[in-house]
């Protein structure tokens, strides 16, 4: 008859790594809204980042990210009267000249081009910019974008047009996922379709690490930006909207990225095969090594102690498969769970047969009779 297999909580052990830096608040900034957040979208820091604001030459992220979703960059794009008279910052195109998809996502996401974005605009949605700006807030409201609303697609002042910090870092994230759009976010400069780049994101050139993304200026909008940095394994989002002056943008982006690079970090938190608990096997002696199916890392404030929480039976019923799982390994920041893994059986054991539970039970009773025997025993 088999026992129940009755669930035990080990010990909750503190786990803390240490840090190079002291436990600093944010920087002060002068902004209408920050968020500072990693890869995976976990927040870090936030100031009125729910706040709808203009986001100026931002929205060409989600002009790039539906372009490249929708074209091949080697596709040519002849270039129209309407893409002309948008003005602002442009690349000079000229009417009836063809570019490629790529050539004008470079213009667009490098140096802002607005005639460039209108003219991928009227490209995707068939001659009709409008019907492209819908196709913006359709993807928005896919992205879960619940405070962005497109009016254009360039993002020039107009009614109708914002976003939040917090949306800005999730579009930003999702256009980092495609390959070309990582490469041309990085571009410090360059030629290209015969006219020279000039590239408005002034970290690319002053601080280490950076590797995008998009910033903007508008009357409305002020000096707005989202960047990203990577350093070692951790890769950090700043998205500051409603600067005063291009410098100070760039000097509270900075302040903020090192803040995050300081405070936080990314740890490996569950390793993969190493054995976290036991249980014990029916009929013998020897005990079952609960292992981690996975390993798992996480970005956590370094030196901020977390709790490892390893829930497991007692004792397993049998037969037991070679990876089955049979526990749970639980990471918890405060009351967040950071990471968390099944434990698995190490090996495989056999439900036992006759021979091997009736010699077990003879075993145990002469290891109980020889006790007794050595209790009575005077010397």
């Known amino acids: 008859m088999r026992r129940p297999a009755l669930v035990l909580l080990l010990a909750a052990t503190a786990l803390t790594w240490p840090t190079w830096g002291s436990a600093a ?14 890869s995976s979208g976990t927040v870090l820091y936030e100031l009125h980042a729910d706040q709808r604001l203009a986001m100026a030459s931002i929205t060409k992220i989600m002009t790039a990210l539906l372009t490249l979703e929708r074209t091949r960059p080697a596709q040519r794009v002849q270039i129209k009267e309407q893409a002309l008279s948008v003005g602002e910052s442009t690349f000079h195109l000229r009417p009836g000249e063809r570019l490629s998809v790529r050539d004008l996502l470079t213009a667009a ?48 002042d107009t009614r109708g047009h914002y976003s939040t910090a917090l949306d800005t870092l999730k579009l930003a994230r999702e256009a980092m996922k495609k390959r070309l759009f990582r490469k041309i976010v990085r571009m410090t400069g360059g030629v290209v379709a015969g006219r020279r780049l000039y590239a408005w994101n002034d970290l690319l050139r002053i601080y280490p690490g950076t590797i995008g993304v998009k910033t903007g200026h508008t009357d409305r909008a002020g000096w707005s930006e989202v960047a990203a940095a990577k350093r070692d394994r951790l890769t950090l989002y700043a ?10 943008r760039n000097r509270d982006l900075a302040a903020l990225l090192d803040w995050g690079f300081d405070q936080y970090g990314r740890v490996r938190l569950i390793s993969a095969g190493r054995n976290y608990a036991t ?101």
Do not use: C
């Open 25 to 38: 608040s944010p920087p002060a900034v002068k902004a209408k809204a920050v968020v500072v957040g990693d």
């Open 279 to 379: 249980a014990a096997i029916p009929f013998s002696d020897e005990r079952l090594p609960l292992v981690a199916a996975r390993g798992s890392s996480a970005v956590v404030k370094l030196a901020r102690p977390l709790v490892e929480q390893v829930s497991a039976p007692e004792e397993v019923d049998l037969p037991v498969a070679r990876g089955q799982q049979v526990g749970e390994i639980r990471i918890y920041d405060g009351e967040r769970v950071v990471a968390r893994r099944p434990l698995v059986a190490a090996v495989a054991v056999d439900e036992p047969g006759l021979r091997q539970r009736v010699g077990w039970y003879a075993g145990r009773a002469l290891d109980e009779a020889g006790d007794m025997i050595s209790s009575l025993s005077p010397f």
């Open 109 to 156: 996401l490098v140096q802002s081009a607005n005639d460039a974005a209108y003219a991928l605009a009227a490209y995707v949605g068939h001659g009709k910019v409008k019907a492209f700006v819908r196709l913006m807030n359709e993807r928005a409201a896919e992205l879960g974008l619940n405070d962005t609303h497109y009016a254009r697609p360039d993002g020039l």
């Open 239 to 248: 998205v500051l909207l409603g600067s005063p002056s291009r410098t100070r």
